[in-house]
C-alpha cells in the first residue's frame, strides 16, 4: 500500500464570505485521502463513521480508489463539524464541533496496512495518532498534521507524537502558537527542535505557500496564485495528502529537490479545493489543469 491515512470522516458546515454549505462531505482523512488518491495511488483509510454515513459518500470515496476496510461504521452519530472564514480566510473559526463516534475512537489498523510505504496521521486527538502510530510500520516515512485545539487542550501528547514522526505539517498559525514566537522564522526554528533531529518541518502559509525546513537547510515554495478562493476547508488536508502520495514511490531518505517537487505540487492542489465549498474542487482536479498551475508556480520563482 502506498499510504495509509488516519484522521476524521463527516460531515461539515461551513460559511464563507463567498459560499455556504452544510452535510458536505469532510473531515481531515476524506481530504487527505482523496488527494493522496489522485493519480492511482492505492490508499487506505483508518478511520470512523456512524450509522447515518450516507452510502452514497461511501460509494463516492470507494469510486476514487480508497480502501475503506479501515473505516469501522459505529453505533451512534457521525463526526460532525461547523466551521466560518471570515476576511482573507486565513483560520477557520470552529463554531461547534460534535464528536460523536469519533469521541471514543481506538483505531485498529488492518493486517493488510500494516506496512505502507507512507503512514499519514491527519488532524485527530494526538493520542488516536499515537495508537496509530503503535501499529504501522510505515516503510518509507511518518507524518503527521495537526491543529491548534490539540495544542491548546492535549499539548503534552502531541509533543510526544511530533517526536515520533518523520514529517510535521502545521500552518503559520499554529507553528507560531506552539513555538511561541511572533515570526513564522523564529516559531519554526522552535518547533523544529521539538521535532527528531532529522525530521523535516513544513509550514503551510496559506496563499504564500509553504515554509520547509529540510536538513540540508530551510527553502520556500510559493503559492499558487489563485483568484478563486471560495472555502479554504480541506487545503491543509489535501496539501499533506499530496505529499505523502508524492513521497510514497520513492526510496531513502527524501532529498531536498524531491520534496520542493512534492510540496509545490500540493500548493497545486490546494489551489483546487480553495475553488469550492467541500470537496468539488478537489474531486474537478485533473493532471492537466494542475500542470498549467505547477508552470504558473514555477515562473513564480525565477
Ligand atoms: P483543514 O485542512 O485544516 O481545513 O481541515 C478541515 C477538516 O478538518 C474539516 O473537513 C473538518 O471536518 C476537520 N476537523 C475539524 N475539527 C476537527 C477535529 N477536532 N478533529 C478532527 N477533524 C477535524
Redesign the pocket.
Known sequence: MDVVVV??????AITTPMGAGED?L???A???GLAAAFGGHDVGVVGVVGRDFKDDDRALLEARGLNLEGLVCSEGST???W?SYEGAMNE?T?LR?D?NV?GTFEPRVPEAYRNPSVLLC????PAVQAAALDQVDAQRLTML?S?N??IETAKDGLLDVLKRVDVVVL?DGEVRSLGEQRTTAAAAAVVRGMLRPDATLIVKRGEHGAYVLHPSGPMVVPGVPSPGLVD?????????GTIAAALARGAGPVGREELRAAVERACVVASF?LSTVGVNGLLAMDEAAMDARRLDLQRLSQ
Open positions: 484522521g476524521s470522516m463527516g460531515y461539515d458536505l469532510g473531515g481531515s476524506t481530504y487527505a463526526f460532525r463539524w466551521g477557520a470552529t464541533t464528536l469519533l491527519a488532524n485527530l486527538h498534521d491543529m485545539l490539540w500552518n479554504p476547508t480541506g487545503c491543509g488536508d489535501s496539501f499533506a479545493t
